[in-house]
């Protein structure tokens, strides 16, 4: 069973940063994909970032430029670096890996304040 946890979430400025972790019970140098999703108050869950497993990135492009993912296969941990942050970045943030099926940690909230 894969466990994801996030954390690093809570209340900032407008123009600073934050580093968001997801920390996953295993390898996940097993999973072909790890992503960020984010979630606002009354939206849909949006895709953020992806690293494939060949350390290829995407980003969406609301967060191209200001976001970095990346991750550590030796402490087993996922990313995501957030500057310039913005109040429209205000959500929560998930942890997404697949391998085989789709899993999600339980998401971090991020709020940004002008």
């Known amino acids: 069973q894969v466990q994801l946890v996030e954390s690093g979430g809570g209340l900032v400025q407008a123009g600073e940063s934050r580093r968001l972790s997801c920390a996953a019970s295993?390898?996940?140098?097993?999973?072909?994909?790890m992503s960020w999703y984010r979630q606002a108050p009354g939206r849909q869950r949006e895709w953020v970032a992806t690293?494939?497993?060949?350390?290829?990135?995407a980003y969406a492009d609301s967060v191209k430029g200001r976001f970095t993912i990346s991750r550590d296969n030796a402490k087993n941990t996922l990313y995501l670096q957030m500057n310039s942050l913005k109040p429209e970045d205000t959500a929560v943030y998930y942890c997404?890996?697949?391998?085989?099926?789709?899993?999600w940690g339980q998401g971090t909230q991020v709020t940004v304040s002008s």
């Open positions: 997404n890996a697949v391998q085989m099926g789709v899993y």
């Open positions: 295993g390898s996940i140098s097993r999973f072909n994909a």
């Open positions: 690293i494939t497993r060949g350390d290829t990135t």
